[in-house]
């Protein structure tokens, strides 16, 4: 396209210009999800939105472009701090494209933003169980060692165990104590054998 050619060459004025007239010309999901992106460039971030949803009630009937425009709508939502907005896109972009694995991504996101990194894990792992991308893989791995992170100590026969959490944008208190108190409990089915420097083993369940 014309249009993508000149935002490369960041001649954007021309760009838009072909954007628009594509617009007038055979007005798409295609069309719109371009001047949704134009606009975003320019910082116009609700005039990008509501491109986009233009864009969204052009692609009915297309599963993929459908799930696709939702979860750029969604991230523009994001952008803005509006969680619950972005929520609700990534959810719509499932229910019309299930397993869809850049809205799985999102929700990871938003779940870890309210502390709730169990839930954010779990959607994380089915994008990259989907398609691997290093992106989300790594994702994928900071938040399991948000997660998992613990320290603990054997002394006198004793185990120590401490336990925190990170506070992040919109954290909500009481989230984040039953957070620590949830790392904290042992996992019923993981058994470590720890041997002293005296040689002297004994298991941990945990």
């Known amino acids: 396209m014309i ?84 929520q609700r896109e990534y959810r719509s972009a499932l229910a019309v494209r299930p397993g869809y694995v850049y809205a799985l991504d999102g929700l990871a996101q938003v779940e870890a933003a309210r502390s709730r990194l169990r839930l954010a894990v779990a959607y994380e792992r089915r994008a990259v169980e989907t398609i691997p991308l290093p992106q989300f893989v790594a994702a994928l791995g900071d938040l399991e060692l948000a997660l998992t992170i613990r320290t603990f100590a054997i002394a006198e026969g004793q185990i120590h165990l401490w336990v925190g959490g990170g506070v992040v944008w919109a954290s909500d208190p009481e989230a984040e104590i039953a957070e620590v108190v949830d790392i904290s409990i042992p996992r019923p089915r993981a058994r470590t054998t720890v041997t002293t420097k005296s040689g002297r083993s004994s298991q941990i369940r945990g």
Not at 18 to 42: G, Q, T, V, W
Not at 47 to 67: K, W, Y
């Open 3 to 86: 249009g993508d050619a000149l935002v490369e060459l960041g001649r954007y004025r021309q760009a838009f210009a072909a954007f628009d007239r594509m617009a007038s010309l055979k007005p798409s999901l295609s069309s719109y999800a371009r001047i949704s992106y134009a606009r975003e460039l320019l910082g116009d971030i609700r005039g990008a939105a509501q491109a986009m949803r233009l864009a969204i009630d052009a692609g009915v009937g297309q599963p993929e472009a459908l799930a696709w425009s939702q979860t750029q709508l969604g991230k523009l939502m994001w952008s803005q701090g509006r969680i619950a907005a972005a």
